[in-house]
């Protein structure tokens, strides 16, 4: 039988994590659910943790998240799916109450999002809020992991590829508004988001790649809001020097986000294609 969820957890060398983001994943109160797990490449163990639970276990060379993703979004049996990363938490309820909004909402609702409480070196909430595509062209307020129709993110392509050290989520978001989706708010803690020691991507040299790329990507949603809100973004932040404000990935990275602008910028959706992961 088909099931209606297919939760996929992606993993690169969280080998230390992964059992409490698995068994949050099979705790679920909505039980007719496939777990996906696909490892990136890992060099810890990871894939043999991941083997002691009844879970399909993919694997793949280390290729980056947003391929992981696609990969395990190509093989996975469900109506909707749930991406989670394997450093974080579902709470147990998660899929049953988002799958109840998910189910009653209109053609149009592509996703359910919730609220995610941070732990580890932070705690707290994040800002989620209900949705609307002005301030979602200003930020991501949508929590980590979403509940989607299945369709509707094959159809837009997948993940992009070429966001993958930047904010692949937001991208997809927006993608999806432009193809006529939206968001749909549930004002209740879902997932439970570990913050680690170090900057993450929402520090100004990722944000200012990711914004550049995303005002060509999408101009009209983009660019109505900078020009309304010019202070929030200055010129240097944009058009600065990209490969100069992307230092801390290192050499490899900003080879990787650059040499990835010019098809980016001059394709209208970019959605990465497939390659098959191995099964084990």
Known sequence: MQPLVSIIITNYNYGRFLAEAIESALAQTWQDCEILFIDDGSTDGSVEIARRYPITVLTQNNSGVCIA??????LARGENVMFLDADDRLVPTAVEHMLARLRDAPADVGYVYGQMEYFGVKTGLFAS???DPRKLA?????CATTLLRKQVIVDAGGYDDGFRMLREDWELYLRLWSRGYRGEFLPEVILEYRKHKGPTVGTSPTKALTIAMLIKLYPGLMWRHLLKHPWRYGSRLLFGNLRDRVGRYGAHAQESSLTRLDPVLTAQTTGTPFQPPLES
């Not at 993703?69 to 190509?74: Q, T």
Request: zero cysteines.
């Open 138 to 142: 200003k930020a991501n307020f949508v």
């Open 129 to 131: 809020q209900p949705f």
């Open 69 to 74: 993703r696609n990969n395990a979004l190509s």
